[in-house]
């Protein structure tokens, strides 16, 4: 009974290494993708990686930019959503959503995403500074919602 028990514990321990692994062999994939251009075929490897572990942020944030990439705000901001609920430590989940914000016309929204993403990685501060002020114009100049 404890051998058994003992071979169930290392079969779950090397499947959950196995899994990760491959998460981490999809993620490559995907960002391989990405920068080769191929967005449709990235994205379509991310859902991969999202779909045989939910629970990887960093799987919800690469198919997040690559659906940002492919113009389909909505469904990157639902992704950045998932792997902020995963993960709330990452500066680039929050900066990925308030680009996607910012193209929607969600000024006020993305404004708060980055201001999130530099308390987080206050080393991004100036970068950020600049595009709260841009926002900031933007807010001002069309009530915080895209005029086109």
Do not use: C
């Not at 051998?3 to 391989?32: C, N």
């Not at 639902?78 to 996607?100: C, H, K, Y």
């Not at 201001?115 to 595009?131: N, T």
Request: net charge negative; hydrophobic share 45%; charged share 20%.
């Amino acid at each position: 009974m404890r051998f058994l028990s003992s071979t169930l514990i290392v079969l779950l321990v090397l499947s959950q290494t196995v899994a990760a692994a491959d998460i981490g062999e999809l993620i490559r994939q995907g960002e391989t993708k990405l920068q080769a251009g191929e967005i449709d075929a990235a994205a379509r490897v991310f859902e991969q990686a999202v779909a045989q572990d939910a629970r990887s942020p960093l799987a919800h944030t690469r198919l997040g930019g690559a659906l940002l990439l492919k113009q389909e705000q909505t469904a990157a901001i639902g992704q950045f959503r998932e792997a902020i609920m995963l993960d709330s430590r990452n500066a680039q989940t929050f900066i990925g959503m308030a680009v996607a914000e910012i193209h929607l016309g969600r000024y006020a929204l993305a404004r708060a995403a980055l201001v999130e993403a530099k308390g987080i990685d206050p080393a991004k501060g100036q970068e950020i500074d600049r595009l709260v002020v841009w926002l900031d114009g933007r807010e001002s100049s069309s009530g915080g919602t895209s005029t086109h």
